[in-house]
């Protein structure tokens, strides 16, 4: 078992306005292997000997205000260093025979950013506006031209806006509007033909961009619900609810899918269901 130092404090400015402060030291002991384009494949892989845990320190500085009853403001910045990152190892052709440690490679990261918070916590009508902005770098020597670059799942805007309102003490009415920078891939752009002398067939070696430096289109949908709360025949709570996922059916890109024997290659996407119209009926016993 491992310790991790963390610090915290806080500054009572008024009872509205507070400061906080904090740093913490941190230990990753799962990495994340992530298909370029496919994340149906992600699987965790853990560490072991010659894998050590990666690590990092994260500090923090946070505003929370509460100009009024049942209102807060949070803002919230944020740095972390990330070292020892540990991944497979992409370029090893052959893993068999190989010891655990020698699929890996290791390397180094940080990130950076800020997070807003608006909530209404009470009433009739509640919910909050949640905004981060965020930025996470990595990089492994002799990859990228041992270049920083985002990983997969960077996203730069994140916004989540969530508002309910109580009809009756039966009825209550949900929306929640999600928003996001779309997901980082590397794009191929083309093949290259090579003849062998000393061969019968062509090689067609493939060329790509800059790791991670193209985005799918950003995400966004809006999900609808009404909820019913009721005894069911006084054994427990219950809920039913009706919902719309994706109300205005936007078709987001799940990923993009490249024929790679075209040159350049001929790209089509793979998007997202639409509009899903859902029913469900919880019993709380």
């Known amino acids: 078992m491992r310790l ?26 799962l990495t994340l292997i992530t298909n370029e384009a496919f994340s149906g494949f992600d699987v965790w892989l853990t560490t072991a000997d010659g894998v ?44 068999a025979g190989l010891d655990y440690a020698d699929l890996f490679r290791f390397g180094t990261g940080y990130a950076y950013g800020l997070e807003v918070l608006l909530e209404k916590t009470a ?4 919910g ?9 770098r990595r990089k492994f020597e002799n990859y990228n031209n041992s270049n920083f670059y985002p990983p997969k799942y960077d ?7 969530v508002l309910n309102y109580n009809l009756s003490r039966k009825w209550m009415l949900t929306s929640v ?21 000393f061969g019968t067939l062509p090689t067609d070696p493939l060329t790509v961009g800059r790791v991670n430096a193209s985005r799918l289109p950003d995400y966004h949908r809006l999900d609808l619900s009404a909820t019913y709360y009721s005894t069911f025949f006084g054994l427990g709570d219950s ?9 205005y059916s936007r078709r987001n890109i799940w ?31």
Request: no cysteine; charged share 20%; proline share 9%.
């Open 239 to 247: 809920e039913l609810q009706i919902q719309i996922i994706n109300a």
């Open 52 to 95: 050590p845990p990666a690590w990092g320190d994260q500090f923090g500085l946070g505003l929370k205000y509460t100009p009024k009853r049942n209102y807060n403001v949070e803002v919230e910045v944020y740095y972390r260093t990330m070292r020892g990152l540990f991944e497979l190892d992409p370029r090893i052709p052959d893993a």
């Open 123 to 126: 009433g009739r009508f509640n």
């Open 128 to 136: 909050f506006i949640g905004y981060t902005y965020g930025n996470t």
């Open 255 to 285: 990923f993009y899918n490249f024929e790679l024997e075209e040159n350049p290659p001929e790209r089509s996407e793979v998007p997202l269901l639409p509009i899903i119209p859902s029913l469900s009926y919880t019993i709380y016993f």
């Open 4 to 29: 991790d130092p963390r610090i915290s404090a806080d500054y009572q400015f008024s009872s509205r306005l507070k400061l906080q402060a904090a740093y913490g030291r941190y230990h990753q002991f």
């Open 155 to 161: 996203r730069t805007h994140d916004v989540n806006v």
């Open 177 to 197: 509007f999600s928003y996001a920078t779309g997901q980082a891939y590397t794009e191929p752009l083309g093949r290259t033909r090579i003849r062998d002398p």
